[in-house]
Every structure is written in C-alpha cells, then in structure tokens.
C-alpha cells in the first residue's frame, strides 16, 4: 500500500527531496524531453507544499506541489513514474490538493490532459500556449 505525504519543503527529508525532484526530472526533463529548470524558487516559497506518494519501500512514485499564492492556490508538478501508472495516484495527489486548501484553484495543464483534470472540476480558463515545446492550457476550478 503507498502512503501520501503532504509537508512544507523545510519537513520534507533530504532523501524524500531527492527522490522527488529525481522523479521530476525523470519524467519531465528525461521522458517529456523538455529542458527546462524545475528548480524555479517556487519549492522554497513559504506557501508551497510538496505532496508525494511513496511505496512500501520508500520510493517516490508521485508528487505535485501546491502553492498558496494568496487570492489562488497553485497545484502544479503533478507526476507519477512511469512504473507507477494507472494506479490512480495522480487522483488521489489532485484529489489530496482539492482537500486540503481553499479554492480557487489554477494550473498550468497539459492540454492532452484538460479532459482528465476537468472531472476533477477544473475547466479551461485561457488559451492553449507552447510550454518548452508541449502544448499547455490555463485552468481553474472556483470551488
């Protein structure tokens, strides 16, 4: 059975750290092929929280973060490896989110994903853009 976990970045341990920006970078940078730097200064921001799921041996299998950025909270990272996929653990991240902070909610999605982010009642909020060569969409969900 995994485990979610929810912390501000200064709880989070340094081994947990490292297997979640691995995890980032393995899907994001690796898989996705987009060069671009994850470590953006939001991770350190007072209101973010980083959310991750671990499996029985302490291995990272999925993690976003959230970031209150006062009038919106922010829910965004959102990945799961690739071994990990089609357990419902992106779900139960986006789901955890939803729980655990007061709407609204944006998030720079990926426009193949606006389908599966809208049952959890995000609807597209601007148009599609190019993100580091992958098409993105503004979406948001008031409550």
Do not use: N
């Amino acid at each position: 059975m995994s485990s979610l976990h929810d912390r501000p970045l200064a709880e989070v341990p340094p081994a947990t750290l490292y297997g979640i920006l691995r995890l980032r970078s393995q899907v994001f940078v690796v898989e996705q092929d987009c060069v671009f730097l994850d470590l953006d200064g939001r991770d350190l921001e007072p209101g973010c929280r980083q959310l991750w799921i671990e499996d029985d041996d302490g291995t990272v299998v999925a993690t976003a973060r959230v970031i209150d950025e006062g009038a919106v909270r922010h829910i965004g990272r959102i990945v799961t490896d690739e071994a990990a996929r089609g357990r419902g653990l992106g779900a139960r991240l986006v789901e955890h989110a939803l729980a655990t902070s007061e709407p609204p909610w944006v998030m720079q999605a990926q426009a193949r994903l606006a389908e599966w982010y809208a049952t959890f009642g995000f609807a597209i909020d601007g148009l599609e853009y190019l993100d580091d060569g992958i098409l993105h969409v503004q979406m948001r969900r008031d409550r």
